[in-house]
């Protein structure tokens, strides 16, 4: 079926620094979305790309459906960027998401 | 805005009781959905409505689970006979479902289902 694979599945960060987050799709997706997951549980809306990039503020986000993966940037990370990052990606034929496995944040000081 | 409005938050219920969960869709949106999260399988989509119709619901167990929309502002996830397995976040998402980004989903905070 179809499938998400996000990767790293964990990540360590000093503040400061930064990374990038992956998610490669296995069947042509019309959009992605990328959700950061506090410790409350609450999924965070950060991005929705139907292609091309977008940034806000330390975050950048790109999707590219002919290849058929996007990523997430973190740039000079805070300690409350800490959290598991979901991608969530809808396929051509239908509205439901299809969700990565998640990468678990660590931002240390 | 308040967002996408699950109650309740926790629930906690016996073998074989029901449980019913309930959502309010952010004011507009058309489009519903319910997802579930756990540990083991992460996030799975369950079911979907458009303008209150049942289009989707191939991601819900055949038996013990059904899902009603019956009006624009609210739908429930009732869970007949609960298992230990049903224990899980059930999550609530809307979305406009039409125009450039009409189909970003808003996701409630969830309700955390516990069967003992």
């Known amino acids: 079926g179809d499938q998400v694979e996000q990767s790293p599945s964990a990540l360590s960060l000093h503040e400061g620094t930064g990374s990038a987050l992956r998610c490669n799709f296995t069947?042509?997706?019309?959009?992605v979305q990328w959700f950061q997951q506090n410790s409350r549980g609450s999924l965070i809306n950060l991005f929705y790309?139907?292609?091309?990039?977008k940034e806000n503020g330390r975050l950048k986000s790109t999707f590219n459906s002919k290849e058929s993966y996007s990523t997430l940037h973190i740039r000079d990370a805070q300690l409350e960027d800490s959290g598991t990052y979901f991608c969530?990606?809808?396929?051509?034929?239908?509205?439901?998401?299809?969700w990565g496995s998640g990468t678990k944040l660590i931002i240390k000081p | 805005n308040a967002g996408v409005i699950q109650t309740p938050r926790h629930k906690v219920t016996g073998k074989g009781q029901e449980a019913t969960l309930w959502c309010e869709p952010i004011s507009g949106h058309s489009a519903v959905f319910w997802y579930r999260q756990t540990i083991v399988q992460g996030l799975e989509f369950l079911t979907y409505f458009r303008n209150q119709a049942p289009i989707d619901d191939s991601g819900m167990p055949k038996e013990r689970f059904s899902a009603q929309m019956p009006n624009q502002s609210h739908s429930t996830l009732k869970i007949q006979s609960t298992q230990p397995q049903d224990s899980a976040v059930y999550l609530c998402a809307s979305s406009l479902d039409w125009g450039l980004g009409g189909r970003e989903q808003y996701f409630g905070p969830g309700t955390r289902l516990t069967v003992l």
């Open positions: 969530a990606a809808g396929p051509d034929s239908n509205y439901q998401l299809i």
């Open positions: 069947t042509t997706m019309r959009a």
């Open positions: 790309l139907a292609s091309g990039t």
